[in-house]
């Protein structure tokens, strides 16, 4: 039966593979094989992540930064008046004539409020930030795994 339809069979070359005769040594390269790929699938995944980690781990960062610098803000200016920033000069009539800030007030608030900035994000050395895997994949089999990662 070498003919269909009165045509010649096809004749492929035999590919002459990496056979293992040895039985032993066939689980050891089946072993191999599957630590290979699964090393392989783990670092597609990780390098997947991990710009979505960076990412959230940023976005953390600056809202941690932004609200230390509102309260150290809110907390230096707490000592300061209008009156200590701004020096109103008024003509007999009680009109403004002028308006001069007061330069060396208004540095040293400057100097108090990026020092106290740059002390509390040392002593606020580490901070966690929790990224639920679900959001990642959007798929709910993931939904009981969460990454941690240190901003």
Partial sequence: MDKIYSRNRIR????????????????????????????ISLNMIINAMSPIIDKVCEDVAIT???IIANQMATE????????????????SNGNVTMMQSNIVTVNEIISNITEKIQNALIADDESSAVVKLRKLYRNKAFGGHWTKCTC
């Fill in 12 to 39: 492929l070359p035999k590919f002459k593979g990496f056979r293992i005769r040895d039985r032993k040594n066939g689980k050891a390269y089946e072993v191999t094989c599957v630590f290979v790929i699964a090393i």
């Fill in 64 to 66: 941690k930064a932004t």
């Fill in 76 to 91: 230096v200016m707490e000592n300061y008046t209008y009156s200590d920033l701004v020096n109103i000069y008024k003509d």
